[in-house]
């Protein structure tokens, strides 16, 4: 049986040495390519990675389409939640409307009704995560809310989120699935 032990170049060649019990065996490897040939082509290789690196980087500093996510983000939901520094569940239903260029929200669980606006943000600094938020009142209470969403087999939002004011210190949960109609 034969060890490889290194790889490294020599006379323009590819060599791996390899142990074997009665000592080293040399065995070549890619003949006919010179170190020169193999070197311009990793190094044509590493400038077309980073062409594509950073142009693809671009996409992600280019503002969401607001217009086309209201649209998008526009219908009904059933909500599952749990509350705040609790392990209380609760259920409810969510409304988004596009009224205007704003994303209209009214939220009814445990059988109150509050109406809010949704707008759109970023998270975690230069990587601009895009994320929902809302402001509205719930059990008594003022909080904030951040949505991250994506699409579900049928190509409908889907929102899951943290439910939090100042003085919380377990934030609630909550998540929206579609009504399809």
């Given amino acids: 049986m034969l060890y490889p032990i290194e790889l490294r170049a020599q006379n323009q060649r590819l060599i791996r040495f390899y142990l074997a019990k009665s000592g080293y065996d040399v065995k070549e490897l890619y003949n006919p390519v010179s170190l020169n040939a193999m070197q311009a082509y990793l190094a044509i290789s590493a400038i077309l990675l980073f062409a594509v690196s950073a142009s693809s980087g671009e996409a992600d500093r280019n503002p969401l389409d607001e217009q086309f996510l209201r649209n998008y983000m526009a219908g009904e939901y059933d909500l599952v939640g749990r509350k705040p520094d609790s392990t209380l569940t609760y259920t409810g239903h969510v409304t988004f409307r596009d009224e205007g260029g704003v994303l209209r929200v009214t939220r009814t669980v445990e059988g109150a009704t509050d109406k809010c ?16 938020r809302m402001h509205f009142h719930f059990d008594g209470k003022e909080y904030d809310a951040t949505y991250r969403w994506q699409s579900d087999p049928d190509n409908y939002p889907r929102f899951t989120g943290y439910l939090y004011s100042s003085s919380t210190k377990a934030p609630g949960l909550e998540a929206l699935f579609p009504i399809h109609k």
């Fill in 117 to 132: 606006v949704a707008r759109f943000d970023s998270v975690a600094g230069s990587d601009r995560i895009p994320v929902l």
